[in-house]
């Protein structure tokens, strides 16, 4: 099967800067998107950046500037820089990813989530 696990997350002080990364792992076949998004206590998981393959990486407009995804394709992961956090920034950061893998059987495509990391932003 496919995994996808998140690492990076952790405690940090408001202006201060962290980096996830997310990894696919399994009988992958191609991956079309990778993305990560968040979620705080009590609301809805939000997008926050996502990088198309073949595509220009998309961001929402609240992290714009502060944030920055980067691929490696050949690793089958990706990336989040995030600087300039705030304490609005904590919350659980997912990976997620679209993928074509092998089942044992058959070709699948599916979308699969992470664990989650936490993110704490203090002050």
């Known amino acids: 099967q496919v995994q996808l696990v998140e690492s990076g997350g952790g405690l940090v002080q408001a202006g201060g800067s962290l980096r996830l990364s997310c990894a696919a792992s399994?009988?992958?076949?191609?991956?079309?998107?990778m993305g990560w998004y968040r979620q705080a206590p009590g609301k809805q998981r939000e997008l926050l950046a996502f990088?198309?393959?073949?595509?220009?990486?998309n961001y929402a407009d609240f992290v714009k500037g502060r944030f920055t995804i980067s691929r490696d394709n050949a690793k089958n992961t990706i990336y989040l820089q995030m600087n300039s956090l705030k304490p609005e920034d904590t919350a659980v950061y997912y990976c997620?990813?679209?993928?074509?893998?092998?089942?044992?059987?058959?070709?699948?495509?599916?979308?699969?989530w992470g664990q989650g990391t936490q993110v704490t932003v203090s002050s």
């Open positions: 399994g009988n992958i076949i191609s991956i079309f998107t």
């Open positions: 990088i198309p393959t073949g595509g220009y990486p």
């Open positions: 997620n990813s679209d993928i074509v893998y092998y089942d044992g059987t058959r070709r699948r495509r599916q979308v699969h």
